[in-house]
């Protein structure tokens, strides 16, 4: 790669006046700037771009507007968009109706757009759904979502029985659905629009009344939870969800179970009219027919003519139907498009209630699991089959079919079609599901995935801390203890299936246009120690420019397109998420440890934690059955994987079954030289092969754990060892593996600093983050030794060199972090001297005021969007409290300009800066005609050592705020007088934003 020209360097750069500094101070770093890393990190690769939604509501867009766009999203740094069509906006946030989904008007914008994407280079990716999730009139009943469904009838014999069963209630045992969309228009249809449809018939003894019954703690909600009728909010955490089915069911002293072998199938003695032909033998008998139904769930906000019901995730033919019917549509335009960008189809995260059947379950059980489960069917009528462990064990064994058939059928499927085009597919298939109790295998869904996919929001006010504490509601600081709900799931499937990018639906919110990126960053950061990768900005809403501004607009997400107020300096942000991207795709995330999560199900990984066994300054993965199965072997001691990741120690879930192969799996891995922590487990946690599965279970549990079962302790197997009872963060330290990062305040203050750590074959790259709204003087230890440390800003592009010391073979630096700011801290192999890291991120609090600019400022507002021409503002203020309402109710750019000497009129030798104080919400700083770049976030200051004049300095910068002060002054004016369109409504009595340049505006050297 050629050196940057200074130009083009300025241009994408933020605080260019640091970065030039350090790109031009050394000799030594013009030829470290001919590497990849160095100049890539500068000017990130176009394919480490950030993404975007490109929403298309109702087709309200032209052709001039996709160019608009496009073309923005080139110029900012937006490489790659995600169209998803739909009718409305969420939440009331109507759309105009344009063009209809497939009509020949649509189709020939849609073949514009990847026209104009191929000449920019923009990477398209379609949804394959209108709205979300999938589906379309195109989906019979036969063919969607399907609940279970069982009547029972009592029936005494001997006796010649012939008379219809009784159909089952058409939300029997569907008691306490609140959170499937749409759940009132369906769940209370009569039976006869729900396409029942019978599973199987069957009979079991009934003499023992309560005793054969599940019963106490076994019934009810737990009973609920096990056969997927338990209905949970989707802002339930991991654990709240698999907390109801890990509960082991015990037997009753008085229980009475019912043999398996005399549960008689009936299925074939049933008419296609549902009449019973049989010979009841002597007895009580309860007779069980079970069926399903469609759920009857339909897609959100669908176009009218591509809405319908939902497919059914746990069969293929669903999948199937999409792709015949809207695929191909999508496929047969982009052939003719030369030079087609269409790269990847993608679905949404699951949204569509719990469905918990599929027409054939039995089928797909005797494949998965090996064994009939027509004896076990009872059990959903609350029947003890073999045993309360056993009815138990079936019930998983079901689940994870469902599971099974979720991962393979749908995904797969999707996967399988997707890739005979020559596309990618991109799934968030494993939530925030609403329901959040579907039974799903989150990682192995993303396992599918080529672009494995989360999301994370905004809370309700990201910028009070206190919104964003552990106690606070995930519905007010949408996180989970203060980690996004299900990133680290994505980041841990995108490592253990191989993938390099971790992708994720990006800064979601209610709240409309009340973000940019000074109030973002700190949740990408959030995401990024988590371990994503590759963001989604939510979202980018296509619109006309004859919409006017801010245009129509979704319902919720984050407004990031050219229509907001600050779009001209988005540039900066975005190309501090490139920076961010491009390191963090590089070589392999470094973890010591790799937790397997069992195979109970629903399966889902929790939100990025301190495990207690772990400890901070350790990071992890999570694996699954499916990986730990197919894709675990051992090397030189390290669990690894085949592309690449390793880890030091497995450790198993506190759970006392555990299926025969993973065991057996276990077994291997130690006797191979793994290190392995946990207890033996007791029983299979199915029923296949069972009684001889348990009998296994019990003979190779006893070969490994030999005599530490069943107390603290380790123990050498073959060339591993089985550790049982120990925290596995004291077995690392026993294997002097010290923590990876570890940092403290050096003033005794409250600090948290966040990490994530990769390695290549050149370089140890850490990403660190202060996570609160206060600097942190923070001492960092980095598990690297015999390099020297580097410190690179993705906000400036900026190439430090820290002072530090070794210290027990680790590398110890004082870093100072403004509020919410991150750095790169990185260790290449060869040792190269860079400017110091003094003022920046060292010794920052030698920066001293030296006086501040006061007085009067000429300030120039935009009078298209109603603001004065000009005005002098004897201090600075803030627009929201003036007196003026043109200026109160502003909402757009206005410069700021300014004449001032240096204190004393003295040009010190050291660095000078100047310190902007508060600034609402961007601005671009200029002196003596020097652009000195883009400041959206912290520290708010620039260095002004090489422009800086003695005296008579002209300071200008350009502030620029958000829309809502504007729209709030807009609401009380008749329409007709309003500068701003939009559907998004805002009133009269709305509170202001703070805007513009509040300062102190301070000279610091």
Request: aromatic share 10%; charged share 25%.
């Amino acid at each position: 790669m050629k050196h940057l020209q200074r130009r083009d360097f300025i241009r994408i750069s933020g605080l260019v006046g640091l970065q030039l500094a350090a790109f031009n101070g050394y000799g030594a770093f013009g030829s470290k700037a001919e590497t990849a890393l160095v100049n890539n990190f500068i000017k990130p690769p176009e394919t480490s771009r950030s993404g975007c939604y490109w929403w298309w509501f109702n087709g309200l867009l032209n052709k001039e507007g996709i160019t608009r766009d496009l073309e923005a999203f080139k110029d900012k740094g937006i490489g790659t968009v995600l169209i998803i069509n739909t009718k409305g906006g969420l939440g009331g946030a109507q759309f105009p109706e344009g063009a209809k989904l497939f009509s020949p008007e649509w189709r020939e914008l849609f073949r514009y757009a990847l026209k104009e994407a191929a000449r920019l280079n923009i990477e398209v990716g379609m949804n394959l759904s209108s709205g979300w999730c999938m589906g379309g009139p195109w989906i019979p009943p036969q063919h969607a979502g399907r609940w279970m469904l069982q009547s029972k009838i009592a029936i005494n014999g001997p006796k010649k029985f012939s008379e219809a069963l009784p159909l089952p209630g058409g939300r029997e045992g569907y008691d306490n659905v609140f959170n499937p969309p749409g759940y009132k228009e369906y769940l209370n249809l009569p039976i006869e629009k729900l396409d029942y449809r019978d599973t199987i018939v069957v009979a079991v003894p009934d003499k023992y009344g309560y005793q054969s019954r599940l019963r106490d703690e076994r019934g009810g909600e737990s009973l609920s939870a096990k056969t997927n009728r338990k209905d949970i909010s989707n802002q339930a955490k991991a654990r709240e969800v698999i907390a109801p089915v890990i509960v082991e069911w015990k037997e009753h002293p008085d229980d009475i179970a019912i043999k398996q072998q005399d549960v008689i199938d009936l299925t074939d003695k049933v008419t296609a009219e549902g009449i019973l032909n049989w010979d009841v033998p002597p007895g009580h008998w309860a007779v069980i027919r079970t069926g399903h139904r469609m759920t009857g769930s339909r897609l959100l906000i669908a176009q009218p003519e591509a809405d319908g019901l939902s497919v059914d995730w746990f069969a293929p033919e669903g999948v199937d139907l999409q792709f015949e019917n809207f695929a191909k549509i999508i496929l047969e335009d982009a052939k003719t498009v030369p030079g087609n960008t269409l790269k990847y189809f993608h679905d949404d995260s699951f949204e569509d209630g719990f469905p918990n059947w599929t027409e054939k379950i039995l089928e797909r059980f005797e494949h998965y699991r090996g064994y009939d489960p027509r004896p076990y069917i009872p059990v959903f009528a609350g029947f003890i089959i073999g045993s309360a462990s056993l009815s138990d064990r079936f019930l998983n064994d079901y689940r994870k079919t469902i599971a099974d058939c979720m991962a393979d059928l749908h995904y797969g499927r999707f996967a399988t079609l997707t890739h005979q085009h020559n596309l990618k597919m991109q799934n968030e298939a494993a939530g925030p599901s609403r329901s959040g109790s579907i039974s799903m295998n989150g990682l192995q869904n993303l396992g599918y995935s080529d672009y494995p996919m989360g999301e994370f929001w905004l809370g309700t006010d990201p910028e009070d801390q206190s919104t964003l504490a552990d106690n606070v509601p995930y519905g007010i600081s949408r996180l989970d203890n203060g980690q996004n709900k299900v990133t680290k799931m994505t980041a841990s499937a995108a490592h253990i299936y191989g993938r390099n990018t971790a992708s994720a639906e990006a800064f979601t919110s209610f709240r409309h246009w009340k973000d940019c990126p000074r109030t973002i960053k700190q949740a990408l950061d959030r995401a990024l120690c988590e371990g994503i990768n590759r963001i989604f900005i939510h979202t980018c809403t296509a619109t006309r420019p004859q919409d006017g501004k801010p245009g129509y607009e979704y319902g919720a997400g984050t407004h990031f397109n050219p229509n907001v107020t600050w779009w001209e300096l988005s540039g900066a942000f975005l190309t501090y998420v490139a920076r961010c991207q491009y390191l963090l795709r590089l070589g392999k995330f470094v973890a010591d440890v790799l937790y397997y999560n069992g195979d109970v199900t629903p399966n889902l990984v929790d939100q990025k934690t301190i495990y207690p066994d772990l400890g901070p300054g350790y990071d992890y993965d999570v694996c699954n059955e499916e990986v730990l199965l197919t894709r675990l072997s051992v090397k030189n001691g390290w669990i690894v994987l085949p592309d690449g990741m390793r880890y030091r120690a497995l450790v198993l879930p506190d759970y006392d079954r555990m299926p025969v192969p993973v065991l057996k799996k276990i077994q291997e891995l130690v006797k191979n030289g793994a290190t392995v922590v946990g207890k033996p487990p007791v029983a299979d946690s199915g029923l296949k092969n069972y009684p001889d599965c348990d009998k296994e279970i019990s003979v190779i549990a006893g070969a490994v754990w030999g005599d530490i079962a069943g107390k603290t302790g380790k123990r050498t197997y073959g060339k591993g060892r089985i550790i049982n009872g120990i925290p596995v963060r004291e077995v690392l330290l026993g294997d002097a593996v010290l923590p990876d990062f570890e940092y403290k305040s050096r003033t005794g203050a409250k600090v948290w600093i966040d990490f994530i750590h990769r390695t290549t074959s050149g370089s140890e790259i850490y990403f660190i983050t202060n996570r609160l709204k206060e600097k942190a003087v923070t001492q960092c230890t980095f598990r690297v030794k015999n390099r020297q440390p580097q410190l690179w800003d993705a906000v400036t592009g900026a190439m430090l060199t820290p002072r530090f010391k070794t210290v027990d073979s680790r590398i110890v630096i004082d870093i100072d972090l403004d509020v919410f700011q991150s750095v790169f801290v990185v260790f290449p192999v060869k040792k190269e001297r860079l400017k110091s890291a003094d003022y920046w991120f060292q010794k920052t609090e030698n920066i001293t005021p030296k006086g501040e600019i006061a007085g009067p400022w000429k300030v120039r507002f935009d009078t298209q969007w109603g603001g004065p021409e000009q005005v002098t503002f004897n201090k600075l203020e803030d627009w929201s409290t003036s007196t003026d309402e043109r200026i109160r109710y502003f909402s757009g750019k206005a410069v700021y300009e300014k004449t001032f000497d240096m204190p004393g009129k003295i040009l010190p030798e050291g660095p000078s800066f100047i310190d902007l104080g508060t600034v609402r919400d961007i601005c671009r700083v200029w002196l003596n005609g020097q652009d000195l770049g883009i400041v959206w976030t912290s520290p708010w200051r620039v260095d002004i050592s090489k422009f800086a004049k003695k005296e008579n300095n002209l300071l200008k910068i350009e502030v620029i705020n958000m829309w809502p002060n504007r729209l709030i002054g807009d609401a009380a004016l008749p329409e007709e007088k309003r500068l701003t369109h939009t559907n998004i409504v805002f009133k009269a009595s709305d509170k202001l934003l703070p805007s513009g340049l509040l300062g102190p505006v301070v000279i610091c050297r």
